[in-house]
């Protein structure tokens, strides 16, 4: 199987998490995209969703979904969206497409977490992936140095904008052993809008596609 069909597997199974009549926060990258289109066929007849980017929004509106402003619902029953490495606890390193923040505040918002992936996001732990870190352009070089205090080499994401006008910094070597300190001592640094740890709102459930079969754990 390849990787698409294994992303496939778990995008298909977050459908039986959806009831009619409910809002759902829907993700960004390939395996929110699949889940998407599995969304698309099934035609649940939802409240609508609220979407984690502008390119999600897209997606959901090209085939004809309806999607809802954050600021017009009030908490989510339910959040599906992919990872880039998710550990045992379901602690998550997000933003490999480099949406994190707003991926961050539809999650938090959610009151279930359906992480949907395949199995080579599973790890023993975090901190392979580079983690990305959402930063107001203005204090760029002023994070990046707050950033190699901390132990990391952040590395600025080419040609990137986020939907909130900001610049992405990738960074490799920091200790993730303690995931939560780390996401907030990162994000007491005056000029981070967020980072991709998600641990202190991880996933509640994790959906994987994997060689032998859907791996499903909560
Ligand atoms: C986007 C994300 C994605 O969920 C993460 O990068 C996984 O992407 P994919 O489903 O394409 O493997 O956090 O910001």
Known sequence: MDVRALKEMAAEA?????????VVGVGTGSTSNLFI????????????????SLATEARLK??????????ATGDI????????????????IKGGGGALTREKI????ARRFICIADNSKDKPALGSFPLPVEVI???????????????G???????????????ILDVTGLDLTDPLAMEMRINSIPGVLDNGIFAQRRADVVLM??????????
């Open 153 to 167: 080499s952040p590395v600025l994401r080419k040609d990137v904008t986020t939907d909130n006008g900001n610049v």
């Open 14 to 22: 977050a459908l039986s998490y959806i009831q009619p009549g409910m």
């Open 37 to 52: 289109d599995a969304l698309g066929r099934a035609q649940i007849h939802v409240e609508g969703y609220v979407a984690s």
């Open 137 to 151: 352009p203005f204090a760029r070089s002023f994070v990046a140095r707050q950033l190699v205090k901390l132990g």
């Open 77 to 92: 029953p339910v959040y599906i969206d992919g990872a880039d490495e998710i550990d045992p606890h379901f602690r998550l």
């Open 106 to 109: 539809v999650a938090s918002a």
């Open 209 to 218: 596609g994997s060689e032998s079969g859907l791996i499903s754990r909560a």
């Open 62 to 71: 090209s085939l004809g979904l309806p999607v809802l402003d954050l600021n």
